[in-house]
């Protein structure tokens, strides 16, 4: 199985900061790789597929890369709305997906 | 407008059963795989179960396989997930949801399932 190690768990950061989530792999994934949010009492929200494509909708401030084991996900500027659980998902397996574990960003 | 609309959650013993039902509107239901994804209270998401289109192939995550089953009507636009022997740990909200090509781009508002006696 496709293990998903997502860092850190949590994070604080203050509004107009850059901020950094990474997600590595067991194994190569290729591209195979999607972000989501998810904000409290609420379903997950696609963000980026394939590692680094932005979700139509979705704000320029975020963003994706990487390839192989290691991706990372960037807000550029935080905002106040995008306190939120943020978490990676593979699916280099399908039709089995694995999710990382979540990343809880908090306002400073 | 996509909808995927579940029921079915509840309070259920430990060793009892439980379907949930996805209502889904907006989009050719018998187009798509459907998914079944859970959360534990204060979790992380777990994908618990793939359906094809046909319902010809089904996929489970190892902790639910031989109790849990993925089902679907594709006259009714629905989903199913019928879910045996429940335990402790299967405590959740149950996401309906709709993979294209491994992204989930629409999910349901979930439904709790509490196994507790």
């Known amino acids: 199985d496709i293990q998903m190690t997502q860092s850190p768990s949590s994070l604080s950061a203050s509004v107009g900061d850059r901020v950094t989530i990474t997600c590595q792999a067991s194994?190569?994934?290729?591209?195979?790789l999607n972000w989501y949010q998810q904000k409290p009492g609420k379903a997950p929200k696609l963000l980026i597929y394939?590692?680094?494509n932005l979700e139509t909708g979705v704000p320029s401030r975020f963003s994706g890369s990487g390839s192989g084991t290691d991706f990372t996900f960037t807000i550029s500027s935080l905002q106040p709305e995008d306190i939120a659980t943020y978490y990676c998902q593979q699916y280099d397996n399908l039709p089995r997906y694995t999710f990382g574990q979540g990343t809880k960003l908090e306002i400073k | 407008e996509v909808q995927l609309v579940e029921s079915g959650g509840g309070l259920v013993q430990p060793g009892g059963s439980l379907r949930l039902s996805c209502a889904a509107s907006g989009f050719t239901f018998s187009s798509y795989w459907m998914s079944w994804v859970r959360q534990a209270p204060g979790k992380g998401l777990e994908w618990v179960a793939n359906i094809k289109q046909d319902g010809s192939e089904k996929y489970y995550v190892d902790s639910v396989k031989g109790r849990f089953t993925i089902s679907r009507d594709n006259a009714k636009n629905s989903l199913y997930l019928q879910m045996n022997s429940l335990r402790a740990e299967d405590t959740a909200v149950y996401y309906c949801?709709?993979?294209?090509?491994?992204?989930?781009?629409?999910w349901g508002q979930g439904t709790l399932v509490t196994v507790s006696s």
């Open positions: 949801a709709r993979p294209v090509v491994g992204s989930i781009d629409y």
């Open positions: 194994q190569d994934i290729s591209n195979y």
């Open positions: 394939d590692a680094s």
